[in-house]
């Protein structure tokens, strides 16, 4: 039995290697020797690849490499070498489709805030607001005195955060360099932003620990919550279970996607689209209109998520080299400035909610770490990290990943949104 097995996985492999080999010849070789034209699927199947060498990547170096810059590399690399500059479009993919899914993503996003949770961890909503306000109000004083205002009101949002915010930011820039520049400020950034919220978070992680085993640390209490939503009076009636289904999904977040639309019109532009999807998202699942979690519920998640990152890499073709090392000199003073403004606006605030240094500090930078999952395998890694048992373990998780996941849904999922939105209308109107 086991010679079988054996034998089956000896084949699955000569298969795979058949397949890699057809497409190194046919969709590399011969596309990058003229003796091929590109077909949609190869096209697709080609950036398709390049994300998932990021991704493995990313998680073979436990994120501390982050996944989009690897991939955005790679991408730059192709398009030096042989990626032609309309991949997208040769791909199948409309140019005008990714902004309609970033909409449906940030609806997506308004559905998973939890307003009871925010209410729960009012000290970390407001320290990390702090720290974003500490990016803002540095990068558009001094920010703008070093690098000019078109410059830094474009990379500020980014910073606070937020994917969706670089994409916002990207839509208004005025010249390809600062298109580029917006999203690369946020696949940069965690490579500052996590080594310092690990250390900080180590940090916070020993010094619990020594008040536990001294027998004077005092826990916050848990609450307990209750899952049962069929309790809740919403105010619009509920789609019968046998009827809900991927298209029903669908149906609801492109309604509020549209009507995002119509907002963003009648309100003049001042305030943006994506901003009105996310207000639209929290109200019409806190009323009972659409559910959480829904693009993940209609199935459509990894799809959706894919297009986006596919659209967001094709804008990299007109990176040059000499645009990649004016990036890095950008970049190293804008994330220089913006840890600053972090550390002089959460530290403080946080130290008068009674928090430690290293805890103030760590939610500050959850702007610059990304959000979810890099506050969660942060906190978790710290744990460990720290603890020599799994009572202690616990004593720790307890303590800091709560505060680190609502931090980064502030910051990077929620509040980035909200301030891509007005820089918009303040710069870009």
Request: aromatic share 12%; net charge neutral.
């Amino acid at each position: 039995m086991n010679e079988q097995k054996q034998s089956k996985r000896w084949i699955g492999y000569l298969l795979l290697a058949v397949m890699a080999a057809a497409f190194l010849y046919r969709g590399v070789y011969q596309v990058a020797t003229g003796k091929a034209q590109w077909d949609v699927q190869t096209a697709f199947l080609t950036m398709l690849i390049l994300v998932i060498i990021g991704e493995v990547i990313s998680t073979a170096t436990k994120a501390f490499v982050p996944s989009m810059f690897i991939t955005a590399v790679l991408f730059v690399l192709g398009f030096w070498t042989y990626l032609p500059a309309d991949i997208l479009q040769q791909a199948g993919i409309a140019s005008n489709l990714p902004t309609f899914l970033v909409m449906m993503m940030v609806v997506h996003l308004g559905t998973m805030l939890d307003i009871q949770e925010l209410i729960d961890q009012w000290k970390t909503v407001v320290v990390t607001l702090a720290g974003m306000l500490g990016i803002l109000v540095v990068i558009l004083t001094v920010g703008t005195v070093i690098l000019g205002k078109e410059t830094a009101a474009v990379a500020a949002p980014p910073l606070t955060g937020g994917f969706v915010a670089a994409m916002m930011m990207q839509s208004v820039a005025p010249s390809e360099h600062l298109a580029i520049l917006a999203m690369a400020v946020y696949v940069l950034q965690g490579f500052v932003g996590y080594p310092l919220t690990s250390i900080c978070l180590k940090k916070e992680g020993y010094s619990v620990l020594k008040q536990y085993r001294q027998g004077t640390w005092k826990a916050a209490a848990v609450k307990e919550k209750a899952n049962d939503d069929s309790a809740k009076n919403y105010l619009f009636p509920q789609i019968p279970d046998k009827y809900k289904s991927d298209f029903t999904y669908l149906f609801t977040m492109v309604i509020l996607t549209v009507m995002s639309g119509y907002l963003d019109k009648l309100s003049g532009g001042y305030i943006s689209k994506f901003v009105w999807a996310l207000i639209l998202g929290v109200f019409a699942t806190a009323m009972g209109f659409i559910e959480k979690n829904v693009l993940v519920r209609s199935r459509s998640m990894g799809f959706v998520y894919t297009i986006i990152m596919m659209f967001v890499f094709s804008q990299l073709s007109s990176c040059t080299p000499d645009t990649v090392i004016q990036l890095i000199k950008d970049f190293a003073i804008l994330i220089v400035l913006s840890t600053v403004g972090i550390a002089i606006f959460s530290i403080p605030i946080g130290r008068k909610f009674g928090m430690s240094t290293p805890m103030a500090f760590a939610l500050g930078l959850g702007s610059i770490a990304g959000g979810f999952p890099a506050s969660y395998t942060l906190s978790v890694e710290a744990a460990k990290v720290c603890a020599e048992n799994e009572e202690e373990y616990q004593v720790l998780e307890q303590h800091m990943l709560p505060k680190t996941l609502v931090a980064g849904f502030v910051s990077a999922t929620s509040g980035s949104v909200f301030i891509a939105g007005a820089v918009m209308a303040m710069f870009f109107k």
